[in-house]
């Protein structure tokens, strides 16, 4: 590289070496740059995070939205808006959007496709039936639907019918999670209890976030005896849906099994905080209150049963007994009549309602027979009604037949 000075220049030669350097380092920044930018083109984006997720799921529902106050492609809107309440576990917003998407078009299979799969996550078995039947008759010919049919029929107990639909799944999509949880389901109902089992694992290794594959196979892993493992997929599952009630009442039905009832009482009243309908939990912590003779929780406990499911198996008479034990012998004695008419024959309320009229009466007290000072006391004396006592003599027989005896012989002389 060769210097050429100009004879014309003014400055120092210090001046000048100040301006080859400044060049110089304007020539290395730009190849680093294009160094940066080459390296930059090639590199691989980071793989998107849970929260980049949630905030396109928030962008997209802004847009979306936005598009439907405008009323642009509305059935198209609804229905995408849908799917995304539908993917967040909101229900009952997807169900409505859904159903804006059908109103506007009502002859695209996959709107009923999606409508069948909320009705099925909203325990409405005979509209998802419904919708995944319309849904075949408008030519949806994929796995989603037939997952979707053979879960409901088997729900239904129609298992032929239930099993020729989950194999054509399995053909065309042999890798999704809800079939083989349908598998588990279709062998636990016919009795395969240690199939079912290994269908449900597998369930979970393809889609760790199918919840009812953790409730289920929590359900038979406690029934079985395998407390620890029923415990370590309830922890599973509450890790991913902490505030889901069902977790909780399994929770509190495993430690109930061993006889942990502290604990279970705590996983009932976790069950009930996240869904105050959920009798069956109530009705466990009426009968641990019990146990631990809290007779005012318990009569609260099964009260809340008494209102929600008045037909509960015997729940007058636990209400009658809680109340006999805090001491409303009228109140105990009304439920356990209405326990008697709705269950005749029921011994225990019986039992019950002859215990109170036998505190009405009083207690029998025999009168002081000692030969000394006699007290008497201040309270009456319950006498016996000798009127309604039938005494029968007893009739001697007036002969008796004594047999003979054929192995003495007599002699007579």
């Known amino acids: 590289m060769k210097l050429i000075y100009c004879s014309g220049m003014k400055g120092s030669r210090s001046a000048f070496s100040s301006v080859l350097v400044l060049t110089a380092c304007v020539a290395i920044g730009f190849l680093a740059s294009c160094q940066s930018d080459a390296r930059n083109a090639t590199r691989i984006p980071p793989t998107p995070t849970a929260k980049l997720k949630s905030e396109w799921n928030k962008d997209a529902l802004e847009a ?52 069948g799969q909320i009705n099925r996550e909203l325990n ?52 999704d999670g809800s079939a083989y949880y349908v598998k588990g389901m279709l062998q636990s109902r016919m009795g395969d209890s240690l199939t079912s089992i290994s269908s449900f694992k597998q369930a979970l290794t393809l889609n760790p976030r199918l919840l009812r594959a ?6 038979i892993l406690n029934s079985l005896g395998d407390h620890q493992n029923a415990l370590y997929y309830n922890n599973l599952a509450l890790k991913r849906y902490p505030k889901d009630p069902e977790l909780h009442f399994e929770r509190g039905q495993i430690y109930l099994a061993t006889s942990q009832l502290d604990s279970a009482l705590i996983s009932y009243r976790n069950a009930v905080a996240q869904n105050p309908g959920l009798t069956d939990a109530y009705y466990q912590i009426g009968n641990i209150n019990t146990k ?15 209102k929600d499911r008045p037909d509960f ?15 409303f012998h009228d109140k105990a004695a009304e439920h356990y009549t209405v326990e008697s008419q709705f269950t005749p024959g029921h011994t225990l309320a019986s039992a019950g309602i002859w215990r109170i009229q036998r505190r009405e009466a009083g207690a029998y007290v025999p009168t002081p027979s000692s030969n000394s000072d006699r007290q008497v006391s201040s309270e009456p004396t319950r006498l016996l009604d000798t009127t309604r006592v039938k005494i029968s003599t007893i009739q001697p ?16 002389k």
């Open 64 to 115: 979306l939205t936005n598009n439907i106050r405008r009323q642009i492609d509305l059935d198209a809107n609804y229905f995408k808006r849908a799917r995304i309440y539908f993917g967040q576990e909101e229900y009952n917003l997807a169900l409505n959007d859904i159903n804006e998407a059908i109103d506007y078009k009502d002859n695209v299979g996959e709107y009923y496709l999606l409508r």
């Open 124 to 175: 409405k078995l005979d509209a998802a039936l419904e919708d995944a039947q319309r849904a075949e008759a408008l030519q949806q010919d994929n796995s989603e639907l037939y997952i979707l049919m053979a879960d409901i029929l088997q729900e239904k107990n129609r298992y032929r019918d239930a099993q020729r639909y989950l194999n054509r799944s399995l053909q065309m999509s042999p890798y």
């Open 397 to 412: 027989r007036s002969s008796i037949n004594m047999g003979t005896d054929s192995s003495r012989k007599i002699i007579i």
């Open 214 to 219: 953790y409730q289920q196979n929590t359900r």
């Open 292 to 306: 631990f003779k809290l007779y005012q929780p318990a009569l609260n406990a099964y009260l809340k049963v008494l």
């Open 313 to 327: 198996p015997e729940i007058n008479y636990l209400v009658g007994l809680t109340y006999e034990r805090l001491g």
